[in-house]
């Protein structure tokens, strides 16, 4: 097992206000007995994407209801008219005919349950390995090379090899790009660093500077907190000096992986690597959290780490560690249960049983790994897992993190089970448990 510090949203990020987004006014167009929908919101250039991964740059020329079919205009490579199926374009591109052309909800369940981060096509002769190094310390060691892809900056040293862990970037952001509609106009230009160590000596030098970094800042009990763990940790999220983040057009937090073991950095899904770039992409679209809204964000971010690192590596290899800084500096540690590979079979036999009830009220309050038992970082997982194992519930979880992104915080309990199409938490809970007892959970 490997071990990640807690994701934590401390030491703070910035706290961006993101006011609610003003949606242009539709106006209904009636031609013959066809109804067409033209808004002038739906009428930008943007990203569409297929099902199967391919994206293009397009204007929505207009929608028909009646046979569900988008019109696109495509500029290049040479102008023309594309007429698509709704039901194969990308569930962000199906939210996005909601809301701007009036199209039937019902789009977005259309289909089966897609997995983009194994259907989409990556050009990896895109992927750049620029003459440019970076030195986060400001000295002239440790000094990382660098690979360029179209939404990450990947800096490594040693021998570690970075193209399958930009792989494993990339194709994690194009299936947040898949399921969330604002998802790529909030990224934006930017670029996620993600930095690889390969030697012990160099992660101590790291850490020691990034002590003293977070000291000098101000953030003495995250210093102390960094002091703590930083020899036993394999991943944690570091806030980055304002000349790295200005030099290279990167987000001022990136993950930084403790490359001991070289061999799990070589294939596209490794458990570990999935896990923490999973987590950090989903914790980067939510946003800034605020002190008072921090509720239920270890419990979103850490269960869809995990569900996506089981989904796409098929187990998990990630512990959890991190250190109670306020009582008697201690340091905990959480896994699942011991056997990676059948969490889903364990639980469910203990569901059955009545020796645990899946509660979501309990789950949300969840704030770190101390004191968390197997039991509930399983618990946590299939929670994310259930809000993501059909299409209606897929759509639904993105209207969570939408809503969590826009509000600064993760929706109360009730709120949460009104996304989801229910009129009470108990009766969320009832489906919940009724899926961890059903043999779609895997």
Known sequence: MLDEMTNHPLPPAPRHFRPPRLRPMKTLLIAGCMAFIWSAGAAELRTWMSVKGTTLEAKLVRYDPEKEEVYLSVLKPKPRELKLKASDLSLADRQHLVEYAKADPKILTAGDLEVPEEDVRIDKATFERLDKKLSLTGATDPVFDLMRTEHFLVAYCGKVRPNSMAE????????????????????????????????????????????????????????????????????????????????????????????????????????????????????????????????????????????????????????????????????????????????????????????????????????????????????????????????????????????????????????????FGFKSVEALEKDWIEFIESRDFK
Do not use: C
């Open 168 to 419: 494993i970037a990339e194709r994690l952001w194009h299936g947040s790009a898949f399921h969330h509609m604002d998802f790529r106009v909030d990224w934006g230009d930017e670029r996620m660093l993600i930095v690889l160590v390969d030697g012990e000596d160099v992660f101590k030098h790291v850490g020691d500077w990034y002590k003293k970094h977070l000291a000098d800042a101000g953030f003495d009990q995250q210093a102390n907190r960094i002091g703590m763990l930083w020899d036993k940790l394999q991943s944690t999220t570091i806030r980055l000096p304002d000349e790295v983040v200005e030099e290279h057009k990167v987000f001022d937090h990136a993950p930084i992986f403790n490359v001991k073991d070289r061999s799990r950095y070589r294939k596209v899904f490794a458990p570990f690597p999935t896990h923490g770039i999973a987590g950090r992409i989903l914790a980067r679209q939510i946003g800034g959290i605020t002190d008072y809204g921090q509720r239920g964000y270890f419990a979103i971010v850490t269960g869809h780490a995990y569900y996506k690192e089981i989904q796409l590596a098929g187990k998990t290899e990630t512990r959890l560690i991190d250190a109670d800084a306020y009582e008697g500096n201690e340091i905990a540690q959480a896994r699942g249960f011991e056997d990676g590979t059948s969490w889903a079979r364990s639980l469910r036999k203990m569901v059955r049983r009545g020796k645990l009830e899946p509660k979501l009220e309990p789950l949300l309050a969840i704030e770190n790994a101390v004191n968390l038992t197997p039991e509930q970082l399983v618990m946590i997982y299939s929670f994310a897992y259930y809000m993501q194992s059909t299409p209606e519930r897929v759509s639904a979880f993105a209207t969570l993190v939408r809503r969590a992104a826009i509000s600064n915080q993760i929706p109360a309990s009730i709120e949460i089970a009104r996304i």
